[in-house]
């Protein structure tokens, strides 16, 4: 079964650092393009950052552009997510998403999702 899963979440005082891991089960992420989201309570869903499958070109919203990287590693099937200088809004359930859509940005139709992991970050 297609599965996706992510970690890394937890607590982390403002102006720290975190990694998300997103790794992927049952299928490989060859082909696919791979997003990161997050919600936060009472906040529609925002794409936070996502790699296209055509040509590997990243994407980051403007809120987290130049503090969050994402890269990936394909032997061990998994995408990261680099979060550096946190902030409390920053604060969000985050989802990673994968789809074969040739390009991601603006993209929210992905076929699989992950269960999210809590990110929070204290001032």
């Known amino acids: 079964e297609a599965q996706l899963v992510e970690s890394g979440g937890g607590l982390v005082q403002a102006g720290g650092s975190l990694r998300l891991s997103c790794a992927a089960s049952g299928f490989s992420f060859d082909g696919y393009s791979i997003a990161w989201f997050r919600q936060a309570p009472g906040k529609e869903r925002e794409e936070v950052s996502c790699?296209?499958?055509?040509?590997?070109?990243?994407y980051y919203a403007d809120s987290v552009k130049g503090r969050f990287t994402l890269s990936s590693d394909n032997a061990k099937n998994t995408v990261y997510l680099e979060m550096n200088s946190l902030r409390p809004e920053d604060t969000a359930v985050y989802y990673c998403?994968?789809?074969?859509?040739?390009?991601?940005?603006?993209?929210?139709?992905?076929?699989?999702w992950g269960q999210g992991t809590q990110v929070t970050v204290s001032s």
């Open positions: 790699i296209s499958s055509s040509d590997s070109s990243t």
């Open positions: 998403a994968a789809d074969r859509t040739w390009y991601c940005k603006g993209y929210a139709w992905y076929a699989y």
